[in-house]
């Protein structure tokens, strides 16, 4: 269930509750089929293709029966008198039928599987590439083990449907409408009694699909929560066994097995009560098709070769039926899988590409970066992070916000990137509204190293080139030396050819940030911010840090986010926020020697005599 249908159940009276659930239900289907045509629309043709060999397949199984019968009641006797040709025929006949029929069942299996596949990659590409153009606003609501959930498990789901499910379903539909046409021309009213019995067999069918439905959509739910409680404490795994958590872990696992284990009961459960009735059906048929059809042969009224046919066309009419329970689970898994795959591709980026996007003007270095009268909270129900807020900074100018947790320091620092959008208000760069730019070209003009920098398996210089995919190694290794790295990497086991591993594991705090830090200088940003950036380096090397900045944010507007007030001094202008307002605006030489003191000022008589 995406966002918007979870904020369908709010304020919803208990015995409403059900009625909504019935419309919610069948929107989550639509949507599903929506889906899941779109798949398949492109692929038509591969798909009628692979149901003419399937047809062509059972049309051939069909004939195994029909031989026997004329080899039983024409082809012995003849034999006895000596003519074999229509023995001999029979027999050939029944040895091309099944060599033809194997012939295009791997023709089937070949077409079907190349269809399938093909459905599964489209759709695992679709959702790998829209979670990523969607805005960080999902990705923090949505944990990345949801979206593994829905890009593994939920996917499986549909490729059992299209592995197995539909070569099921196409083969007992066939062998269901070809041996009722069958059982009706050997005999009539032996045919009449085996099609009466699928009455109670598609009141079953209806009933199981509206219980499993509901089933599966509580497995899909249950093992999504098992991904997530698995990714979450395989990233947090440092913590897990510094603090001792594995047991609470285990509880937390067990209870979630545990309601997993529920809903695949339920679903077995409904499973196993079509199946078996199913069986009783076509167990009684069987029955009661044997005593009339003994009675009328021993009475003279059928033919022993007929109904030796009839009674294997009639095992072969009611196995089926155990193919298409097992498509119905299939498909019924498939379709709440898809629900909540469906769910994700039904997200919209928050933050959009402009249509008509207007060209940053020619610059220098710097950008001039303003809010103007901006209001923003992060939900429609949040509080109000910033309140009307409005600024100006200069091109060319290094700016430091300091203020306590919470002020809104950072709220502004993802304003200036883009990665949210005020509801009101602007931010603009040179006077250009953000969201009328292009965001290939935004992306170039302001770069954010935040705290938490991230890391990818590969070299050093790959992660340094991610900042200007374009740069040549030469370039890679001097944006390297700007930010002081470069002594560090070569003294890895293969310098910049060094494999930081997972997430930077190879690398310590300081050493990742350095590396973020490269990059970002290579990628020359008009805006540069510093999120907390300096947080992870030890005193020398955020000197060394300092050094490198005082020089790379040279005529470079800049926005530092910092607790340090080392990293704070070397700005030209600081801004004391609290509760999303500028409560002082000054150089820090300024703020400091204010005659009647201030919030910067005592900041910075505390960090003194933390020095002490």
């Not at 062509?56 to 039983?72: F, H, K, R």
């Not at 006797?77 to 012939?103: E, I, K, M």
């Not at 000197?543 to 926005?559: G, H, I, P």
Request: hydrophobic share 50%.
């Amino acid at each position: 269930m995406s966002t918007t249908d979870e904020e369908q159940w709010r304020g919803v009276a208990a015995e409403d509750v059900e009625e909504l659930d019935a419309i919610v239900g069948a929107r989550l289907q639509r949507r599903s089929r929506v889906l899941l045509g779109s798949l398949v629309r492109p692929r038509l043709g591969t798909g009628l293709f692979a149901l003419l060999l399937v047809i062509a397949e059972n049309a051939l199984t069909l004939a195994g029966p029909v031989l026997i019968a004329v080899a039983i009641d024409t082809g012995i006797p003849n034999a006895l008198d000596g003519d074999t040709a229509a023995l001999a025929w029979c027999v050939g006949g029944y040895l091309g039928s099944g060599l033809g029929a194997a012939a295009l069942r791997f023709a089937f299996l070949k077409v079907s599987g190349r269809f399938g596949q093909d459905v599964l990659l489209d759709l695992r590409r679709r959702v790998f590439d829209h979670a990523q153009r969607l805005s960080l606003s999902f990705h923090e609501k949505y944990t990345s083990g949801k979206v593994i959930s829905r890009l593994t498990s939920d996917i499986d789901s549909l490729h059992d449907l299209l592995e197995d499910g539909l070569d099921g379903l196409l083969t007992a539909v066939l062998s269901v409408f070809g041996i009722a046409v069958v059982l009706l021309v050997l005999d009539p009213p032996l045919g009449l009694l085996v099609l009466a019995g699928l009455i109670p067999v598609l009141w079953v069918t209806r009933w199981f699909y509206l219980r499993s439905r509901h089933a599966y959509r509580g497995t899909r739910g249950a093992i999504a929560k098992i991904i997530v409680q698995f990714v979450e404490t395989m990233n947090g795994m440092r913590a897990v066994q510094a603090f001792r958590r594995e047991p609470r872990n285990e509880r937390i696992l067990a209870g979630l097995n545990d309601e997993f284990r529920r809903a695949n009961k339920t679903a077995l459960d409904v499973m196993a009560t079509f199946t078996m009735t199913v069986r009783l059906v076509g167990n009684l048929s069987l029955a009661l098709v044997l005593v009339i059809g003994a009675v009328r042969v021993v009475n003279g009224g059928l033919e022993l070769g007929v109904l030796t046919a009839f009674m294997l066309y009639l095992r072969r009419f009611y196995d089926p039926l155990d193919e298409l329970a097992m498509f119905a689970n299939s498909y019924t898994s498939a379709i709440a899988a898809l629900e909540k795959i469906s769910g994700v591709l039904e997200e919209r980026p928050t933050v959009v590409d402009p249509e008509s996007p207007v060209a940053l003007p020619a610059a220098g270095t710097g950008r001039a970066v303003t809010f103007a009268g901006v209001e923003f909270r992060y939900s429609p129900a949040g509080p109000v992070v910033l309140p009307e807020f409005d600024l100006t900074i200069p091109a060319g100018q290094t700016v430091a916000l300091v203020g306590a947790t919470g002020a809104g320091k950072s709220t502004l620092a993802k304003l200036v990137a883009r990665f949210y959008d005020p509801p009101v208000g602007t931010v603009a760069l040179d006077g250009v509204d953000l969201r009328a730019v292009a965001d290939a070209e935004l992306r170039r003009a302001v770069v954010t190293v935040t705290q938490e920098n991230f890391l990818f398996a590969g070299s050093v210089a790959d992660n340094i080139g991610l900042g200007r995919p374009s740069a040549s190694r030469a370039e890679i290794e001097a944006a390297a030396r700007a930010v002081g790295a470069d002594e560090f990497i070569r003294a890895l086991p293969d310098g910049y050819d060094t494999d930081v591993r997972k997430r930077g594991g190879r690398l310590s705090a300081g050493q990742r940030q350095m590396v973020a830090f490269a990059r970002a200088f290579l990628a020359d940003p008009a805006v540069l911010v510093l999120d907390e950036a300096t947080s992870s380096l030890d005193v020398p090397t955020e000197r060394a840090v300092q050094r490198a900045l005082e020089s790379v944010l040279a005529d470079r507007t800049a926005l530092i986010i910092a607790h340090r007030l080392s990293t704070v001094l070397i700005a030209d202008r600081v801004l004391v926020v609290e509760g999303g307002r500028v409560v002082e605006d000054g150089s820090p030489e300024e703020l400091i020697a204010h005659p009647s003191g201030g919030r910067f000022a005592a900041l910075h008589r505390t960090w003194l005599e933390s020095l002490a």
